[in-house]
């Protein structure tokens, strides 16, 4: 089976313009992501609509393919993108050009859920270890089923634990928070991205509720590594803060 890794990338931002060019320990935070990408991966490559993001990838010796400045989503760029690159790929893995510190061991998860002929799209799970992190609506929850499958993302507390103290949830189920890498089989991700906005998708204002509804099998694969995304300048401070650390 073969994979590549795409990832979209834009210099608009509403909490921080620009960030994929923002230096992270003297690198691009772009740069970053595409390394990690293209050492676990049979191929990597950027999907942008800006030439500053083009121009920076290019320089630093990447591939990068322009895509237009009207998508909606990152998985309707993701879809222009393959479709210029072409080849003979089986899966698209679809990491945000935010995630610096993806781990190898992550996208192998997301890959190794492709094993099973049932996964059409598949995504990464990790438990939740403190309450109050499962209380935040911008930690969507995922419900899976006996063989993994996603039932429901929420940005709701799911499932409600009847009989006990909210504050004693987690010693009673084991809360699952949506870690925002997708990858898709090349025919899925070609049909999603034709499909209208759902109810539901438009409700929790979650992508993923749109592919669900529409019957879509996502597989979640597990894993205990937090990542740590940057959508401020001060994560970008964070993060180089957890560098330093590494």
Known sequence: MKFIGLIP???ASTRFPGKPLALLGGKPVIQRVYEQVASVLDDACVATDDERIF???KNFGGKVVMTRTDHKSGTDRIEEAIEKIGGDYDVI????????FI????????CRCFDDEKTQIATLG?????MDAVANPNSPKIVIDNNSFAMYFSRSIIPFVRGKEQAEWLQHYPFLKHLGIYAYRRDVLRQITQLPQSSLEIAESLEQLRWLQNGFKIKVGLTDVETVGIDTPDDLKRAEEFLSTL
Not at 93 to 100: A, F, R, S
Not at 126 to 130: I, R, S, V
């Open 9 to 11: 990338a834009r210099y």
């Open 55 to 57: 121009d920076c990838v």
């Open 93 to 100: 893995v679809n990491i945000q050009g935010d995630e610096p």
């Open 103 to 110: 781990q190898k061991s992550q996208i192998e998860t997301v």
């Open 126 to 130: 990790k438990p939740f270890t403190d």
